[in-house]
């Protein structure tokens, strides 16, 4: 699973792998799932750009890119926590509140995964197995993210750890202005 996951990191090959890996026995064609997918991997490891991207204009793909804006948020926290224990109180206290402020939009992309998903199984049995599945690549993909933090050395992080209070404060922070035209694309549906 590691060498698979390690090729979803190139985003060149994040399509051709998610193509590779359809849903078992699906009968009928889900559109948007392998977006979702990509947009999410490639997102998580290029989360960088994330900001800078343009929306899409595809549901799924712009879904992924919200939902990886999220996760790289939560990997930032995880890899403070871990790294720079002396920041843990503070960066908790404006983490709690950045998801208190998020509560609502945080649900919403949840629900909207999450539907996704079932609309991608044909029963109860394989939205379980789906959800799993895609469950497992999203904290993959956050764990990634999260080492990618550990690794760009002592300094760069230990900033990033100071500042994150203020970053999730910020308009920086705030996932409604960061990704406005994703968000847009999303709420079209319904």
Not at 57 to 69: E, K, S
Not at 169 to 182: T, Y
Request: aromatic share 6%.
């Amino acid at each position: 699973m590691r060498s698979v996951y390690r090729l979803w990191a190139n985003e060149r090959n994040a399509r051709k792998m998610l193509q590779l890996q359809a849903l078992p026995r699906r009968r009928r064609p889900v559109p948007g799932i392998a977006g979702f997918t990509g947009a999410l991997v490639g997102g998580m490891m290029l989360a960088a750009q994330l900001a800078a991207q343009q929306a899409s204009g595809d549901y799924a793909t712009d879904l992924g890119i919200v939902y990886a804006g999220y996760q790289r948020i939560i990997a930032l926290k995880e890899a403070c926590d871990e790294a720079v224990p002396e920041t843990r109180a503070a960066n908790e206290r404006a983490f709690a509140a950045w998801q208190q402020r998020h509560q609502e939009l945080l649900a919403e992309l949840k629900r909207r995964v999450t539907a996704m998903i079932r609309r991608a199984s044909e029963d109860e049995r394989e939205y379980s197995r789906n959800l799993g599945k895609y469950e497992g690549a999203i904290l993959l993909s956050r764990e990634e993210q999260k080492v990618s933090f550990l690794t760009a050395g002592s300094n760069t992080l230990r900033a990033q750890c100071q500042r994150a209070p203020e970053l999730l404060k910020g308009p920086e922070g705030d996932l409604a202005v960061v990704f406005a035209s994703e968000l847009e694309t999303i709420r079209k549906r319904k």
